[in-house]
Structures are given as structure tokens and as C-alpha cells.
């Protein structure tokens, strides 16, 4: 009984300073991912949610909590570029679901940030191991059991950070998504072109809308295919406020998208991106992103048959930014993985700073918001690791997300306490 | 009435009844069917000199040598004297493993090109396809066999899928390109018997195709009708059949009393704890044993049942949350299990995970270790090499670096507990079969040719 009180009050005084208090990271390997670049020997200093003191020989301010990070690497928290996190709990089980709609009326104005759960179990175990950002993205399908999806055009993203169940939505949306190459066919009637068509009428209309509401409104205008949500939706892509995501694979289809983007001079980032490679001066050349998992080597349909894990390093070379994730279809619950995959792209020759950033900085800016620095004034997300972070045998120590370090506590750490020896004078149950 | 007795059995049994009358002898016994035509890839003697050697037995050598002649490990030790026709390689600064055993691929039936043409890992036709045979699905142009050589993958058991609560028989293969599954079976593997637990059956049959079993006790009842009758099946077998001679051979009820007899290993699909004590005493009712439990996500719950069984769990380092089985995912299931005295190891079912079980077993050393576990390299190598061999049967063949076994061994290019460390040279029966750093020996499947434009991909 009384060990139980003492933890208690321990837990209480923890929470009661982790909301707005000041700490110094010292002694740490810092990898800033600014100019500033790599500082042995670092000190990270955060206010109440805001990193204000980055470098060497900082001074501590008085009353700050110091972490000693000697021996360990402090980078910036890792964002995951595309998940189903806080709409995705268990994945055949549709209840947990809300990541698409097999719904025929809309398509633009689908939007998953609202729907989004802060309080999510896979928020608290991606968060344990580094994951601080993520984009939720929403797909073309409803869920596994959905007979026939409808249309190619999933809906609008959302990025999030998982430090907290309050004003968790950091910018909505940050893209409008597209389902292009055998994934769009399926959805648009069996032809890829059944795609294009869908969504070069819901752009002509979005435009038309756009130059000509009053007139629309006032009932002197061609009536539009599109609903009127949907129309309003399409307006921040046209005037170019967010980029079209589009998933596809194919070293043609990409092509095509680059063309429809140029000719409706669009923002466009690509998701999946096997066979990007084969095009990566394009995609250079046109500031394309490319958010792709880059252990995807395999020859899984005919649309990603030049899969290769040479795919981050050359698109890299070529200059094309690039963002990590593990799986382009719906994995939510292993994104903390991204970091092993980071890993395996510098053994296959990208290099380990551009490796980092793919998990950290670059999708920041691939979708436009402020993180994956370590600088004064940024908002507080780093993660403290025990080793080199892009190895597999390393873990987090300590997380922050907007200067609140997050109790490194989830379902699995939980389960381990509870079962980790087995000699029970009670059952497992009265472990708590 | 039986199990396998079809709706119309005299017109359905009848050819075969003639044909059983008509022979001499009695049927081609399953041992000799489909029988292995493997032959190792040619090989010289050779010797990997001054590496950091873990031999899968608990064995750390740091400047150490392996030698290998006639397709075996000969030697393992420090300065180790060979003939002189050896082919030295310099393993300086590198280091040696067993070759990466697979317990649980799909590679050939369920092929990483994943297109209709070429899924055939699943007979959903009935919760007990015992009858049927993963190998006679295999597709030995599947590019992800090389893939997973380039990993240091030498031997794997392909898998009928899980949709039934017996899926069929499976095969160990050894990981070498040819041109038939027989050419690539594993010589003397015991075959295994697939078995299916909890959600997947009752979502195929009950939830899909409005038949039983529709539940986990459905399942269970299902398991038990079959054992049932393939108890009668072998009694009527040894005991001549009694007055009405010898049943007509049926694959299903063979494969089922191959389990009977100790011949064919279970390897059982099953996720929850509470499941794995049923199957168990399942086990005990029908008298066989469940070999290993695969996709165990909550091993570490009954990791003492397991180890009183002497049934391996096979785990992820980290998956979990597809379905609601596998919510109870722990990191360190695989340390756990292993410290409770239980068999344990890693395993893929995926074309992409298979490549780096090396990676896999390491996030789950370094998290067990922050729990204080104390876990080295040179045990938890073990997890990938030696255990993997026992679940398939072959652990006395292969899955460690001791005199006599076959030579499957892997040259890393550093630390494979490292995320950077890649397979440099693949070993099979002391063959070089895959190595980076010759094009000579990165073979290609018939599929992969012409695929990706050389012109355009060398640009």
C-alpha cells in the first residue's frame, strides 16, 4: 500500500512539471539539421513549448531540469509522412476505422482531421520510439471488407502532433490525395484513364467555380458534376495553397502526373514512388517531392517492376527531396520503423544526413510546417536516443513534443511489466 | 459416419478401388512422392580467416575462422591449418553467421510479384485442406528468393496460408535458383502440417461463406473431427483395415496421421495466449505435438506452458494491430519466451521482412537489453539460425557453424545486429550462391529478365 501512494505522488509531480517547465539537454551529440549542422558536446535548452538556446557552452538558466545526454544523440522528433494514425485502431476491424469513404457523393471534401483520435493506443506506442509528427492521410478505400470504393480522389490530410489530446491538428489540410496508377484504375471504372477523367473534371469544374460562383449560385452557370463541398474542397488545391498527393508507382504514370500538374499548374508530391528512380531528373527538375519506402524492392505488381533499393539514394543524388514511410498502403502501427528503414537506405548508399532528414526536416517542408529543426525558437520536439538513431538497436530515452516530455508508457510497455516473469501468486490480472 | 467418404462414394472411389486391386503393391508412399532432387552448386574448399564468428550455439570467436570442404563446416576455430587448394577470403573486420533460416515464407506460393495469376498460397475451398501440398504451388521464378539470398536466407519452410483450420502440408526448401521445387526441396526435412487458429477460419467461413466453423469453439470442434478421424485412419492403416482391408489412401487423412505417427511437424498459426493452451491440450487429447506456434504474438503470456511442451513460438520483433488478435504485441516477446526455456524465434510472412531477419532479432536484443535482460549477440543469433532449424526438424543438419553440418553460412559485411551490415557472401553446402561483390553470382530469376530497361536504368 504505501509503495503504491509513493508512486502516485512521484507520477503527480511529474505530470504537474512536465507542462510548462524549462530543461537543458547536455552533453549530447545534437544534430541540428540546420546550418549549425552537427554539435558534440550540445546543449538543447527548452521553455514551457519552445526550444530557445541550441550549441555549445549554452547557458543554463537558472532552475532549469538537466537531462545529462552524454554518450547520446538528440536529433529532432521523427515526423512519419503517411499514416491512418487516430483513424486507424485495429485494421480489420472496420468499427476502428474512419480512413475513407466508399461513398459516391463525395470526394474533395472528405476530410479525416476531424475524426482523428488524440487518444489513440497507437499514438502512445509510436510516440515511445521517436515519432513526435505525423501526416494522416486519408485513402481510397473505406476499409479491407469494402466491396467497391468509389473514385480516385481519397480526401484531404491533416498533419498532427502526438504530444497531446488538445489542439493536436497542426495544419489542416496539408494536401489533397489522389489514387493514380492501378490503384485509381480499380476505383475509376478499370482504366487509368478513368482516373484522369475524374480528376480533370473535378479541376475544370473547381476552376470554373472559382472564376464564376456568383454566377452559379445565381443559377447562370453549367451545373458542375461535382458537389458543392467538394468544389470548395478543390479551391485550395487550384490556387495552389496545398499540393496534390497523388499514390502512384509507375515510372509512366508519374510522368503523366508531372504533366497534369504542370498543365494545371498544380503542387504536386508523390506517395509510393517505386519506380522513381527511373525518373528522378523529372521530378528534380520539376521540385517534385517523393514521400516513398525505400525497402520496397520487390516487383509486387506490374506497376512497381523496376522496385529497387537503390530508389532514395539516386533520387536523392539527382535532388529530389525525400520522406520516409514504411508502408504506402495503411501500416499505422509500425511507423516507428521508418527509422530502420532510413537505415537501410544508407546501407544501400544514401547518405546518413539525407537519411535523417527524409524522417525528420523533409517532410516538414515537403508539407509546409515548422519542424525538424533543433534551433531557438522552434516548437520543442526531439526525441533523446541511446545510440545512433537510424540504428536498429537503438531506442528513445527520452521524447518531447512541444516541450513536453511524454511518460514513456504504452499498451506494450505495459503488458511487459505485467508479464515479464511469470512466477504469479496472483493472476497476471492484479499487476497493474 | 467418415470424415473423407464423399457424397457418392462407390462411383467417386471407384477408379481408384480398381486401380488400388490391379497394383502389386501398395500406393507410392508420400515419402517417395515429389521426391528432393537437390544438388548442392559446385564448391571448392574455402576458408573465411580473421572474422568475428558467431556460430549459432552460443560460440563467440572474435578473429576467427571457418573452414568448409565437401559442402560441410569442417572447422571453426583461430589460425586454422587447410590444404593448400583453399580458397581463402579475407573476413577482416567482418563477420560470420549460420545461414538465415525462414520458418514461416510464402515465398513461391504467395510470390512477392502479388498479381491473381500467381495466388496460390490458399486453397479456401474447405477448413481442412490437409490434402494439399505447398509445394505443388511453388513458382520457382519468384524474384523474392533472391532477394532473401541476398539477406542470407539459405533454407525456408514455404507455407500454405491460414484462411483454414488445416491449410496443408508444407516444404523446407534450401534456397538455391532452380528450375523445379524438387531441385530445390531440402533433402530429409520433415514435411510440416499447417494449422490455423482464431480469427482468420471463422472470418473466411463463417464470416464470408456462411459455414462453419463461425467462432474459436467452432474451430476447435473442427480440429477435433479431423483428428478424430484421422485416428480411425491410421488404426484401419496398421491394422490392415480389419475384415474390410486397408482404407483407399487419402491425402488428407495422410498427412494427419503423418502428424500421429511423429512425422510431419504442426507448425500452428495462433496469436493469443489462452488459444495456445487449447491447442496444446488439443495436442495431448489426439496425442501429437504441436511443434511451433507461429504469429505468437502473446507467447510471452504462456512462455512457461510452452517450454513444459517443448513447442517453439515463432514472433515478429514489433508487428501488431492488423487485427485484434495481434494487439498485445510486446518487444521483447521473442527474449522473453526464450528466457522462460521455450524454443523461440523469428519468422517473416513477408517478401520484404525475410530479407532482413538479422535487423529483426536485433531490435528485439537491444529492447530486452534496456530491460535489463542481458541478452549477447551470440545468443541471440540463435533466434535466427539454430531455433529456426529446430522448428523445421533440420537442426541437426544445419542452422549452426559445428563440424559435420551443412556449410550454410553467411559473410556480413559487418555487425548484422547493424542496421548497415549487409550479406556480402552467401554459403549454401559450402557453395557460393550469392555474393555482392560479383555479378557473377547475383542470380535472376527467368521473370526479372527484361523486366527494367538496362539502357534507361544505367543512365
Redesign the interface.
Known amino acids: 500500500m504505501r509503495g503504491a501512494t509513493i508512486s502516485f505522488v512521484a507520477l503527480f509531480a511529474c505530470v504537474s512539471v512536465a507542462w510548462a517547465e524549462t530543461v537543458a539537454i547536455t552533453g549530447g551529440t545534437v544534430h541540428t539539421m540546420t546550418n549549425a549542422g552537427v554539435i558534440e558536446g550540445g546543449t538543447v535548452v527548452i521553455q514551457d513549448d519552445r526550444i530557445t538556446a541550441v550549441g555549445r557552452g549554452v547557458a543554463i538558466p537558472e532552475g532549469a531540469r538537466v537531462i545529462d545526454a552524454t554518450g547520446r544523440v538528440v536529433t529532432p522528433g521523427l515526423m512519419a509522412p503517411h499514416t491512418t494514425l487516430g483513424i486507424e485502431e485495429i485494421s480489420l476491424e472496420e468499427k476502428s476505422l474512419d480512413y475513407g469513404l466508399d461513398d459516391e457523393h463525395f470526394g474533395a471534401a472528405f476530410s479525416v482531421a476531424e475524426a482523428i483520435n488524440p487518444r489513440s493506443t497507437l499514438i502512445r506506442e509510436a510516440r515511445i520510439r521517436g515519432i513526435t509528427r505525423a501526416i494522416v492521410a486519408p485513402t481510397d478505400s473505406a476499409g479491407p471488407f469494402t466491396e467497391e470504393p468509389e473514385g480516385p480522389i481519397a480526401g484531404q490530410g491533416a498533419v498532427i502532433h502526438l504530444g497531446s489530446t488538445d489542439d493536436f491538428v497542426v495544419r489542416n489540410p496539408n494536401g489533397l490525395y489522389f489514387v493514380y496508377g492501378e490503384g485509381g484504375a480499380e476505383v475509376s471504372g478499370g482504366a487509368r484513364g478513368g482516373a484522369l477523367l475524374r480528376l480533370r473534371e473535378a479541376l475544370d469544374d473547381a476552376i470554373d467555380y472559382s472564376e464564376n460562383r456568383t454566377a452559379w449560385e445565381e443559377g447562370n452557370r453549367r451545373s458542375f458534376y461535382l458537389h458543392r463541398l467538394d468544389l470548395e474542397a478543390l479551391q485550395q488545391l487550384v490556387s495552389r495553397k496545398i499540393p496534390l498527393v497523388v499514390k502512384v508507382q509507375r515510372a509512366s504514370d508519374i510522368e503523366t502526373m508531372l504533366q497534369l500538374a504542370s498543365d494545371y499548374d498544380l503542387r504536386l508530391v508523390i506517395v509510393g514512388g517505386r519506380e522513381a528512380w527511373l525518373v528522378a531528373d523529372k521530378l528534380a527538375a520539376a521540385g517534385v517531392a517523393a514521400v516513398i519506402n525505400p525497402l520496397e524492392n520487390t516487383p509486387a505488381s506490374f506497376e512497381s517492376m523496376a522496385s529497387s533499393l537503390k530508389n532514395a539514394a539516386i533520387l536523392h543524388e539527382a535532388g529530389v527531396k525525400i520522406a520516409f514511410t514504411i508502408d504506402t498502403v495503411s501500416d499505422p502501427h509500425n511507423q516507428p520503423n521508418i527509422k530502420q528503414a532510413a537505415g537501410n537506405a544508407v546501407a544501400h548508399g544514401l547518405p546518413w544526413e539525407a537519411a535523417l532528414r527524409a524522417i525528420t526536416v523533409n517532410p516538414a517542408e515537403i508539407f509546409g510546417v515548422d519542424h525538424g529543426q533543433l534551433a531557438a525558437g522552434q516548437e520543442a520536439d526531439l526525441v533523446v536516443w541511446d545510440g545512433d538513431p537510424l540504428e536498429v538497436t537503438t531506442y528513445a530515452d527520452h521524447v518531447f513534443i512541444r516541450g513536453r516530455e511524454i511518460p514513456m508508457v504504452s499498451r506494450s510497455t505495459l503488458l511487459f511489466e505485467r508479464y515479464k516473469d511469470l512466477d504469479f501468486e496472483y493472476p497476471p490480472a492484479y499487476r497493474n | 459416419m467418415k470424415r473423407w467418404i464423399p457424397p457418392n462414394p462407390v462411383a467417386t472411389l471407384l477408379p481408384f478401388l480398381v486401380l488400388v486391386a490391379g497394383c502389386e503393391s501398395a500406393p507410392e508412399d508420400a515419402e517417395a512422392a515429389f521426391a528432393s532432387t537437390y544438388q548442392s552448386l559446385p564448391s571448392q574448399p574455402t576458408v573465411i580467416r580473421n572474422a568475428t564468428i558467431l556460430t549459432g550455439t552460443g560460440r563467440r570467436v572474435d578473429g576467427g575462422d571457418v573452414f568448409m570442404q565437401n559442402g560441410l563446416v569442417s572447422a571453426v576455430g583461430e589460425d586454422l591449418s587447410v590444404p593448400d587448394d583453399t580458397l581463402e577470403i579475407d573476413g577482416t573486420g567482418k563477420w560470420v553467421t549460420p545461414g538465415v533460416i525462414d520458418v514461416h515464407s510464402h515465398l513461391g506460393n504467395y510470390p512477392?510479384?502479388?498479381?491473381e495469376a500467381t495466388s496460390d498460397g490458399n486453397e479456401i475451398t474447405d477448413p481442412n485442406t490437409a490434402q494439399v501440398w505447398a509445394e505443388h504451388s511453388v513458382w520457382t521464378q519468384d524474384?523474392?528468393f533472391i532477394?532473401a539470398l541476398a539477406g542470407g536466407v539459405t533454407t525456408m519452410q514455404i507455407l500454405p496460408g491460414s484462411a483454414n483450420l488445416f491449410g496443408g502440408r508444407s516444404v523446407t526448401l534450401k534456397n538455391v535458383p532452380a528450375r523445379t521445387v524438387q531441385a530445390m526441396k531440402f533433402p530429409g526435412a520433415p514435411y510440416g502440417l499447417k494449422m490455423a487458429c482464431g480469427?482468420n477460419p471463422k472470418?473466411v467461413y463463417g464470416g464470408m461463406k456462411d459455414q462453419a466453423p463461425s467462432t474459436r469453439m467452432g474451430n476447435v470442434a473442427g480440429y477435433r473431427a479431423a483428428w478424430i478421424a484421422a485416428r480411425e485412419y491410421l488404426d484401419s492403416q496398421e491394422g490392415g483395415g480389419g475384415d474390410a482391408g486397408p482404407t483407399v489412401r487419402d491425402l488428407q487423412l495422410e498427412t494427419l496421421a503423418g502428424v500421429l505417427k511423429g512425422e510431419i511437424l504442426v507448425h500452428n498459426h495462433c496469436y493469443r495466449g489462452e488459444e495456445m493452451a487449447v491447442m496444446l491440450d488439443l495436442a495431448k487429447e489426439f496425442g501429437y505435438k504441436v511443434g511451433t506456434f507461429h504469429h505468437a504474438v502473446e507467447a510471452?503470456?504462456v512462455?512457461?506452458l510452452l517450454a513444459e511442451s517443448g513447442t517453439c513460438a515463432a514472433m515478429w520483433a514489433?508487428?501488431?494491430?492488423?487485427?485484434?488478435e495481434a494487439?498485445?504485441?510486446?518487444?521483447?516477446n521473442i527474449a522473453?519466451v526464450d528466457a522462460?526455456g521455450a524454443c523461440a524465434l523469428i519468422h517473416s510472412d513477408s517478401?520484404?521482412s525475410i530479407?532482413?531477419l538479422n535487423?529483426?532479432v536485433?531490435?528485439v536484443?537491444?529492447?530486452a537489453n534496456?530491460?535489463g535482460m542481458n541478452i549477447t549477440r551470440e545468443h541471440a543469433v540463435s533466434w535466427f539460425t539454430l531455433n529456426p532449424a529446430k522448428s523445421l526438424g533440420v537442426d541437426k543438419q544445419t542452422g549452426s557453424l559445428e563440424p559435420g553440418k551443412m556449410a550454410d553460412v553467411v559473410l556480413w559485411t559487418g555487425d548484422p545486429?547493424?542496421?548497415?551490415?549487409?550479406a556480402e557472401k552467401v554459403f549454401i553446402d559450402g557453395a557460393l550462391t550469392w555474393d555482392r561483390n560479383d555479378e557473377r553470382y547475383q542470380p535472376q530469376t527467368d521473370?526479372?529478365l527484361g523486366?527494367?530497361d538496362q539502357e534507361?536504368?544505367l543512365q
Open positions: 512477392v510479384f502479388a498479381v524474384p523474392g532477394t480469427e472470418r510471452y503470456k512462455a512457461d514489433d508487428w501488431w494491430g492488423f487485427k485484434l494487439f498485445d504485441m510486446v518487444l521483447e522473453l522462460a517478401g520484404i530479407q532482413r535487423q529483426e536485433a531490435k536484443m537491444a529492447a534496456r530491460r545486429f547493424s542496421v548497415y551490415a549487409l521473370f526479372e523486366l527494367v534507361e536504368a
